[in-house]
Structures are given as structure tokens and as C-alpha cells.
């Protein structure tokens, strides 16, 4: 019996000791996290899979994880031998985890949940589901507690203020702007658990989450008071009273439940497709819950002035980076061994180089070949490849800076190349540059834009399973909502301000994977008697390679937009760079024909 089936086993006894005849486990922590803090790494403990997306289902005999289409190569690869059998979701004809559950499990039987890792929308949609089939939901104790042995705690590391001149808007500032969104909803309170949301309302940044500059902790704001619930010996001294002078009462973060089960009688606003559902639980007793999205996640989503500023500055920096990278891949393949994990460690260390650099944004994807095509691959020395003189590479990587966070893919040639690989890597580019140059009216949603990414592929029977746009944080979660670029409906409107991945793709499992991702920023085009239309401004600053472009399937548009985005990145990169790599950059850059 391997480590997996000896876990499997130990929380199947605990299910027994409970009565119950599955456990369901959401795949997140309390705060509604993609990445997670050691502590609340269930997935991964109770499966062995390591990506950042997945749903588990632990039955009396029988195990499942659901996952997405960026995972599926790396799933079945690492559930092998486990007892879990991969699902897939976001697919045609895709068995989500509650109806499996009512296909496996007989009237009145009993499924458990810690109430603290889902969402109150989650909740209701699994409680809906279930009783259809006369199935009841049964809140239960983190069952992980008895069964992982020396289970890692929450992070003490320190919190540290990220100042006004990056964040653009003090503290207080963005509590007054938030009092008035609480007055439309004529609320109390509203409950803050997105870690994100809890770290850019108070202007404050950590590190207790691995990428993502983020601590633990919770936050209750509105006319009562403002309360931010953290250990408090993460907060440093001098920090805790520039705190508590701008109104912040300090609890500690354990206190944080038994602390909203004494709220009565308010007014609180809450978001059901974040706020956990013990939350929900304790303070619906007593109170009026009002259920909207978060005031705070869309405030942050919509950049101001300072924080698009920062952007454009990292940025630079980044294309820099990139641009020593490459020469740097271009100097030496061939020369020395290199392999896939060392590309990844190379570009973590041309940006270190660069100013406010604090470490990087996601753990790279570096894909040669084959591993390519595994979406969200994250390869280590033991399984990376080797890289050649030959085929194409592709490399998703990202910096976290004071002034912002970035997200980049490039897909580049090595040596020889095939037609068929230039024509995937130029349709894919096609619907880059067609998303790029939109113009929409003010309401439009991500999903009405999606096609215009995928026209290119669906036109020659090809497609790609991921979302082609997501949010980016400043200096904060590479992704992030509310807002998202995709064929699934989100009812977010994409706003100016709003800072953006553009990332058509294409894979053929088992050859070669392309990708090409820039970032981009909602801005106003045109009013005219029609409304207010919009557009996007490219942030990203890298070359993108020509030598991969089959330029007869370019139309005079596209062929202009890669010559004129060429000539930006030349101007705004050549005067950061080293002379020795001035004709480099040209040489990258040359306009196309």
C-alpha cells in the first residue's frame, strides 16, 4: 500500500467513525484560494496531484478528483496506482462531483463537509443537488486534522505595508470609498475573507501563500468599526500602531468565528461565491444577510492611475528580463546542457536583476516538446527535459513587483520547425492580435469576446479547453476576478481599468504545445451616439517570434500590428538594455513583410 492509499484508508476510517458514506472535499481553504498555504493543501495530501484546480470525493470505496482540461495529462499521470480515478470537468458531457455522488450513493445516505473550505454558493449547489436524490449534507470537524500527521500551520511570516506611492490610494481612503458602497446596499457590515480583497483594501502585502503576496486572515468592515482579524505577532511593531492610528481594531485570526457569532442584529453584506458557508451558518441567525459581489473585488479589479502606472513600469522591466533570457537560451542552447527546469530557474534570475523585483508570480511552465502540450506543466530537475537545437519551446512565466504583477507566454523556435507547427503557432497569433484590437460597447462580457480569440482555430476544427483572459493583480494574484475572457457566461462586464491576460492557445498532446500571452488594459475608445465604446492597450513588452509566423495567413491588419508592436518594444526596451544586445533586440524585432 503506497502513501496515498495509506491516507485514503486513514480518512476512511474517520467517515466510518461518523457515519457517513462520502466526504466531500472543495480543493480550497477557508478564504475561497486557487493557491493555497501549506496547511490547506488537502488535494494534493489526500491525492498526490499537485495542480492548482480540483474537486475531491472520498466514497467507502471508491476516490475521485474533477479537474479541468489544463490538467489532464498531469492528472491521470500523477493519480497513477492511487485509487483516485480522474474526472473531467468543463467538457461536453462532464459528471460533476455532486451528481457522481447521486449516482453512486443510495436514498438517505449521508455526505460530509467541512462547512469552513466552500463557498455558500458551493454549498447550496451541492445541498440542491443532493437532496434530489433524498442524499443528506452533514457539516463536519476538518477531518485532516486527525489523520495528517504534523500538519504544517498557518505561516508566521511578516506582514509588511505596501506604501501610497505604488498603491496609488491610502488606506483610509479606500475605507470611506467602500462606506458608500455599504450605504447603497444600506449594510452594517461586510464580511472581507478574499485574501486578496483583505490585503488591497488595507494597502498590505505578505507572503504566507507561495507566488501570491498575501497573508491569512479575515476582515469585518463597515460603520461598527474595522476589523482585521491576523495573528497579530506576523503585524511588526511600528506597523500595528500606523494601524490602529488609522482606525484598524487587531484580533487574532483564531477568534475570528467565535467573534461574528456575538453580531446581532445588522445589516451584512456578503458574497455567497466566496464567503464560506460557516460564515454564512454563524452569522445568519442573528443577522440579516444581504448577498451580493464583493464592493472590494471590483474596486480592485478596476486599476487607478498609480497602480496602471506601475504596471507599465514593470513591464519594462520584464521585457528586459526576457529579452537577456533569450539572448541568453539563444547563446548557449546547443553549447551546454539545458534543461526545461534550468529555462525556468534562468528567468526567475534575469528578473531578480530588475528594481522592486519580490520574487515571482506563479511557479513557470516550461514546455519543450511534448511537455508543451501539458497545459500547466511545473517540471522539476529529476523530469525535465533536456532542450535541443531543434522544435519549439514554450515558457509561461511572471514577476511579482511593487509596481505590479506579470504574466507572459512566448512560444519560440529552437532550431528546425515544421509547416504545420507554423501554421498552428500563426492561427493562434491570429486570435491574439483579433481579441487585441476589439472595440465594444460598455456592458459587454468577457464571453461575447472570447470568439474572437478562437475564431481563427475554430475555423480550421481546432480549439483550445482553457479560458483565453483572466485578471491580474497589482502586485497581488496573478489571477483574479471578478471579470474573466471565456466561453463560460460570467456576468462581470469588463471595465475600464480592468488589467487582462489575452492567451489563445493550441496543443497537440504528445508533440508540442503554443501559447502566445500578452496583458492588456480595458481603456475608453469612442463615445458616440451609440454609448460608450471600449478597447484594450497592450502592457506586455516582449517580442514575439517572427521566425515561427507563416505570413501569407496574415491579413495587412495583423502583419501592421506586429510590425508597429515591434517598433514599441524596440524604442521602450533598447535604452534599459546593454549595447552588446542592441542588435539582438533588432534582430528580434525586424518588421516582417
Not at 470 to 499: D, K, S, T, Y
Request: glycine share 8%.
Amino acid at each position: 500500500m503506497n502513501v496515498i492509499q495509506q491516507r485514503l484508508a486513514a480518512l476512511r476510517a474517520e467517515i466510518q467513525k461518523l457515519d457517513l458514506d462520502a466526504w466531500f472535499i472543495s480543493g480550497t481553504d477557508p478564504h475561497s484560494s486557487e493557491y493555497l498555504p501549506s496547511k490547506w493543501k488537502t488535494r494534493e495530501f489526500i491525492t498526490g496531484f499537485t495542480g492548482s484546480y480540483g474537486t475531491v470525493v472520498v466514497a467507502k470505496t471508491e476516490a475521485g478528483l474533477w479537474t479541468d482540461t489544463r490538467y489532464f495529462i498531469q492528472a491521470e499521470e500523477q493519480l497513477k496506482g492511487t485509487g483516485v480515478t480522474m474526472y473531467k470537468l468543463r467538457v461536453p458531457d462532464a459528471i460533476s462531483p455532486e451528481l457522481w455522488l447521486t449516482d453512486k450513493l443510495k436514498s438517505e445516505s449521508r455526505v460530509g463537509i467541512d462547512a469552513q473550505t466552500i463557498s455558500v454558493s458551493g454549498y447550496r449547489n451541492l445541498q440542491r443537488t443532493l437532496a434530489k436524490k433524498g442524499i443528506e449534507l452533514v457539516n463536519t470537524p476538518d477531518l485532516f486534522d486527525a489523520i495528517w500527521e504534523n500538519r504544517p500551520q498557518i505561516p508566521r511570516d511578516k506582514i509588511f505595508e505596501l506604501e501610497t506611492v505604488f498603491a496609488g490610494i491610502s488606506r483610509i481612503e479606500k475605507q470611506i470609498q467602500l462606506s458608500s458602497k455599504l450605504n447603497q446596499f444600506n449594510a452594517d457590515l461586510l464580511v472581507v475573507s478574499m485574501l486578496d480583497e483583505l490585503a488591497w483594501l488595507n494597502n498590505l502585502r505578505g507572503s504566507d501563500i507561495s507566488y501570491n503576496p498575501v497573508f491569512v486572515g479575515f476582515g469585518l468592515v463597515g460603520k461598527d468599526g474595522n476589523y482585521l482579524f491576523v495573528n497579530q505577532s506576523k503585524i511588526p511593531v511600528d506597523l500595528l500602531k500606523v494601524l490602529e492610528k488609522d482606525g484598524i481594531c487587531i484580533e487574532e485570526y483564531e477568534s475570528f468565528y467565535s467573534f461574528i457569532s456575538t453580531v446581532k442584529n445588522k445589516r451584512i453584506l456578503l458574497d455567497p461565491a466566496t464567503a464560506n458557508y460557516s460564515i454564512y451558518n454563524s452569522l445568519t441567525k442573528n443577522n440579516e444577510i444581504i448577498e451580493a459581489a464583493s464592493p472590494v473585488s471590483l474596486a480592485k479589479a478596476i486599476k487607478n492611475n498609480t497602480e496602471l502606472n506601475g504596471f507599465r513600469e514593470a513591464m519594462k522591466k520584464d521585457g528586459v528580463a526576457l529579452v537577456e533570457f533569450l539572448f541568453w537560451l539563444k547563446s548557449n542552447i546547443g553549447k551546454a546542457k539545458i534543461t526545461e527546469y534550468e529555462i525556468g530557474r534562468k528567468l526567475a534570475e534575469f528578473r531578480s536583476k530588475q528594481s522592486n523585483f519580490m520574487g515571482e508570480s506563479f511557479p513557470p511552465i516550461v514546455g519543450y516538446k511534448s511537455h508543451g502540450a501539458i497545459v500547466h506543466l511545473n517540471v522539476g530537475i529529476d523530469d525535465a527535459f533536456p532542450v535541443e537545437v531543434e522544435g519549439i519551446l514554450l515558457f509561461d512565466s511572471g514577476g511579482q513587483y511593487l509596481d505590479g504583477t506579470t504574466d507572459i507566454t512566448r512560444t519560440v523556435a529552437l532550431g528546425q520547425v515544421t509547416e504545420q507547427q507554423k501554421k498552428d503557432f500563426t492561427l493562434v497569433l491570429k486570435g491574439m492580435i483579433s481579441l487585441t484590437l476589439a472595440e465594444f460597447p460598455l456592458g459587454t462580457k468577457g464571453c461575447h469576446l472570447d470568439i474572437l480569440a478562437r475564431k481563427p482555430l475554430w475555423e480550421n476544427g481546432m480549439n483550445y479547453g482553457h479560458g483565453t483572459g483572466h485578471g491580474v493583480g497589482h502586485f497581488l494574484n496573478v489571477h483574479e476576478g471578478p471579470m474573466a475572457i471565456r466561453q463560460e457566461f460570467n456576468e462581470h462586464r469588463i471595465e475600464p481599468g480592468m488589467v487582462m491576460s489575452n492567451e489563445p492557445a493550441f496543443y497537440r498532446e504528445g508533440q508540442y504545445g503554443i501559447r502566445t500571452e500578452n496583458m492588456m488594459v480595458c481603456v475608453e475608445k469612442q463615445l458616440t451616439d451609440f454609448g460608450q465604446f471600449l478597447s484594450f492597450e497592450t502592457l506586455t513588452i516582449c517580442p514575439i517570434d517572427t521566425t515561427l509566423i507563416k505570413p501569407d495567413l496574415l491579413n495587412s491588419i495583423e502583419i501592421n500590428w506586429i510590425n508597429e508592436y515591434h517598433q514599441r518594444v524596440n524604442v521602450l526596451l533598447k535604452p534599459l538594455l546593454n549595447e552588446e544586445l542592441h542588435d539582438f533586440l533588432d534582430g528580434l524585432t525586424a518588421e516582417i513583410k
